[in-house]
């Protein structure tokens, strides 16, 4: 008997709404299949519940590099295109060193250090963090 709070073995995203506040969770590695399904997935429900604030927690991911951060900020792109406020959050701080030390691009992209900390500044408006990641 599996726990439920734990994703299936080969569920791409667990999904859900925390405080009007869509917030999807990726699992496994971000290979552009996976990515592209995290992004149809997320559309989808923006769409069906017109959330217009979305975190995107990538807590569970220890090994994140450019390629697969790129395919994180074009999902991103697709909440922002459907009219919704993007925090990215739960980045570990090696692949943070990376990205930074490769010269990954990184983009206009607001993060938060947890899916609380991008809640709160959510519910409070602000930009709370990560605004001069670029």
Do not use: W
């Amino acid at each position: 008997m599996s726990d439920k709070n734990e994703p299936a073995e080969d569920e791409v995203v667990s999904i859900q709404i925390i405080r009007g506040v869509l917030v999807a969770a990726p699992h496994g590695d971000l290979t552009r299949r996976r990515v592209a399904e995290l992004g149809r997935a997320l559309s989808q429900r923006i769409a069906e519940t017109a959330v217009r604030h979305v975190v995107l927690d990538v807590s569970r991911i220890s090994v994140i590099d450019a390629e697969e951060f790129s395919y994180l900020r074009k999902t991103a792109a697709v909440a922002a295109m459907m009219g919704a406020r993007v925090i990215l959050c739960g980045l570990r701080p090696g692949p943070v060193a990376s990205l930074i030390y490769t010269g990954a691009p990184l983009g206009a992209i607001e993060t938060a250090q947890n899916v609380d900390d991008a809640l709160s500044a959510h519910e409070r408006g602000t930009g709370l963090v990560g605004k001069g990641l670029r």
